[in-house]
């Protein structure tokens, strides 16, 4: 039965025979008129006719005399108001995206760039792939595969040759950037990597490890150099310092550890009063290698001192989780994301916030656009935002991902930005007004 909202919406509706234009009825139904409603066929059969069939009706106008049914209609069957307002709200946001890479088939985690092409991109994500793709080549792309869980990590060396991915498989696979060959696998943890990140100077890789542990290898002969054992929980982040001199790392143990990456020996442990109360998230080391930035569950961070071993200063205007810090390239600066759906830029000299800005959702990640003042922060709303960092003004919102982002990453040549989400779509977005 056809439904009254088709008609409008009043108290009775009148269904007619409306035709486009006056047609001959008798050249068209064989001289008996027809109905949509089979009922309605039926009472006309059983009606005597009130004219001759076999005489020509010629132009024939529809009129009251032609209503077939009428429906009562209840106003609780009326469309409210409301309703319509929500239709209105389903239609599809726009798309900023220049580009979507969609060769995944599972959630996105992390998203890497080449720093000496400005096309190439790797991906990883939660169907056990990762892939090594192209900027404006479509969905030209490499298959990272045999890992035998999600790839969590990717991070491709300083001279861009050689690319590693980290799984919770506990393996790290190294692959050659150029044609997607797997060169080795390294093997040693006892559980998921967290993270894998390079060494600034030549092709050494290091790792964190669920197990607690954290295991260095040399790329180009597949070699183990040493691993560092002490932290008591998930090592969650680390990196070399960029003099390429020290390492440190951070654990859901709420510990900091400076280790010597050529002994193995653990030079400082940074725990307890004024430091983390909860597990680290983050880590940042600034360009001198003199301090090291690190985020915490406790909502707080702080910065300590690399030769020391000493914490220096704490931020803490944030309330929840901290999710992302970032230092800038120039000014000595530093940004940090939190659950608390702020990003917040920081003046180091001063241990102060510079400006406080206010997202719509959690912040999950954040790239410096190179050395402008603008910053990109992947949201959990699945926007990605570009602050000022001068202004603390939002100057740009792209729109397409349909869930959390997780990783964004900039191009070499700071064309172009990545961004990766739970939604298993990675995204190009154009930011040449961003320089």
């Given at each position: 039965m056809m439904q009254p909202s088709e008609y409008g919406i009043q108290e009775v509706v009148k269904i007619f025979m409306v035709l486009e234009e006056p047609v001959d009825l008798k050249s068209r139904s064989g001289g008996q008129k027809s109905s949509a409603n089979p009922a309605a066929n039926r009472d006309q059969?059983?009606?005597?006719?009130?004219?001759?069939?076999?005489?020509?009706?010629?132009?024939?106008?529809?009129?009251?005399?032609?209503?077939?049914?009428?429906?009562?209609?209840?106003?609780?069957?009326?469309?409210?108001?409301?309703?319509?307002?929500?239709?209105?709200?389903?239609?599809?946001?726009?798309?900023?995206?220049?580009?979507?890479?969609?060769?995944?088939?599972?959630?996105?985690y992390t998203v890497a760039c080449s720093p000496i092409d400005p096309r190439l991109v790797a991906t990883g994500g939660g169907d056990d792939k990762g892939f090594i793709w192209k900027i404006l080549d479509g969905d030209w792309a490499f298959e990272l595969g045999g890992h035998k869980d999600s790839v969590f990590s990717l991070d491709f060396s300083m001279d861009g040759q050689l690319l590693a991915s980290g799984s919770f498989d506990g393996l790290v696979k190294i692959w050659d950037a150029s044609s997607g060959d797997l060169k080795c696998t390294l093997e040693g943890p006892g559980g998921g990597i967290e993270w894998v990140r390079w060494h600034p100077r030549g092709h050494v890789v290091l790792a964190g490890s669920e197990d607690c542990t954290v295991w260095m290898w040399n790329a180009d002969r597949g070699a183990y150099l040493n691993m560092f054992s002490g932290h008591a929980s998930s090592v969650t982040c680390g990196d070399f310092t960029p003099d390429g001199k020290t390492i440190c790392t951070g654990s859901d143990d709420?510990?900091?550890?400076?280790?010597?990456?050529?002994?193995?020996?653990?030079?400082?442990?940074?725990?307890?009063?004024?430091?983390?109360?909860?597990?680290?998230?983050?880590?940042?080391?600034?360009?001198?290698?003199?301090?090291?930035?690190?985020?915490?569950?406790d909502s707080s961070v702080h910065v300590v001192n690399i030769t020391t071993g000493k914490v220096v200063s704490s931020l803490t205007s944030h309330t929840d989780s901290i999710e992302c810090i970032g230092l800038s390239l120039s000014p000595p600066w530093a940004a940090t994301g939190s659950m608390d759906n702020k990003l917040i830029f920081w003046d180091l000299q001063h241990s102060s916030p510079r400006c406080t800005c206010d997202n719509e959702d959690g912040v999950t990640c954040l790239s410096w656009?190179?050395?402008?003042?603008?910053?990109?922060?992947?949201?959990?709303?699945?926007?990605?935002?570009?602050?000022?960092?001068?202004?603390?003004?939002?100057?740009?919102?792209?729109?397409?991902?349909?869930?959390?982002?997780?990783?964004?990453?900039?191009?070499?040549?700071?064309?172009?930005?990545?961004?990766v989400s739970l939604d298993g779509t990675a995204r190009v977005f154009e930011i040449p007004d961003f320089q």
């Open positions: 059969m059983n009606t005597p006719a009130n004219h001759d069939e076999d005489e020509d009706q010629g132009d024939v106008f529809l009129d009251e005399n032609d209503i077939v049914l009428e429906i009562n209609v209840d106003d609780e069957d009326l469309p409210d108001a409301e309703d319509a307002d929500d239709d209105a709200e389903d239609v599809e946001e726009a798309d900023d995206s220049m580009h979507i890479f969609t060769g995944h088939t599972g959630e996105l709420a510990t900091l550890r400076i280790w010597n990456p050529s002994s193995g020996e653990n030079i400082h442990v940074v725990r307890g009063h004024p430091y983390h109360t909860e597990g680290l998230t983050c880590l940042a080391i600034t360009s001198d290698s003199t301090l090291a930035l690190t985020g915490s569950k656009l190179g050395a402008s003042k603008y910053i990109a922060a992947g949201c959990v709303d699945g926007k990605v935002r570009i602050w000022d960092s001068l202004s603390g003004d939002c100057v740009r919102i792209f729109s397409g991902h349909s869930d959390a982002i997780q990783s964004v990453a900039v191009s070499a040549d700071r064309n172009f930005l990545l961004s």
